[in-house]
């Protein structure tokens, strides 16, 4: 019998004693953009956690929300790609990790001098994971978690693999038995071009597999006792899956995009991702992909949009690919 058959009630927040972990051993991808700075906090008790983006007062950013299961916190604001933001805040713990993006928000608040001028209130937007499927207690990224991590916040460092909002995330849920799903995390990867820089940072918690530049499924969807990863063509028409699945994407460049081009390049980029993602975008994911610009580099002086496109598509793959260890 699970642990969610029975009649008591999973420990959480409320009955739990939790700490904040901010300092994490392991791979981590190290990449040059002043103008970011990421913060990883954790609740080593669930294990769950989120992974906080941090920009300067310049940037904007473009959202596209995909799949039937999604849950976000300030997101129609950036619908056209016009939207002022300071942070993002992706978080394990379902609809209740949300509240880690109110820590966000209040700690920018208070490193503000707790000014609430117009121009000071923090624009911070947020999306979840479920990664209760893993663990046998409700616990979630709160409002403490989320201030943690934005402290923790420093550039050109991001913890890869089972980290921050990735911390329970697992994929390849799409076959059932014999196959079975795989931990999971979060995947960063880092492009330069002629002074555009393009960063993308993916939390991967999908019913869908992983799928290299081969064609080969590498995580998720294992016959542990063969070790045969078939691809979605090959297995058949399977059950419906489980649901609580989601993949929440961050693309962050430093070049000047107008409102239309931003959001046609978050298009873009997360339509390729189901290179990588086998399914993507199902009505079981909750699929969230944001497009920033920190506005530093002129779009006379950047890349051709179709060029940026393409290599924020690419690096996004990279990022993918990056979530788990192959070791």
Known sequence: MSEQDTNEPMLSNDALTLEPQTEFSGPRLTFDFPDLAIGVAEYAEGP??????SFGHSAVAAVDIRGGAHATLYTEALQNGEGKLDAICLAGG????LEAATGVAAELLAQRAYSPHWGNIALVSGAIIYDYGPRANAAYPDKALGRAALKAAR????PLGPRGAG?????????Q????SEHAGQGGAFREVEGVKVAVFTVVNAVGAIVDRQGRVV???????TGERPRVADA?????????????????????LSGWSLRQLARHVHTSMARAIEPLHTISDGDVLYAVTTNAIPQADGLNEYVLSVLASETAWDAVLASFSRE
């Open 167 to 175: 911390r329970s995330a697992t994929v390849g849920k799409w076959l």
């Open 94 to 97: 379902s609809f209740y990790g």
């Open 155 to 158: 550039p050109g460092v991001f």
């Open 219 to 225: 995580r998720g969807s294992l016959n542990p006792e």
């Open 236 to 256: 058949g028409l399977p059950p419906p899956p489980p649901p609580g699945n989601t993949t929440l994407t961050v693309v962050v460049t430093n070049q000047i």
């Open 48 to 53: 769950t956690g989120c992974t906080v983006f």
């Open 177 to 180: 038995k014999p196959y079975q």
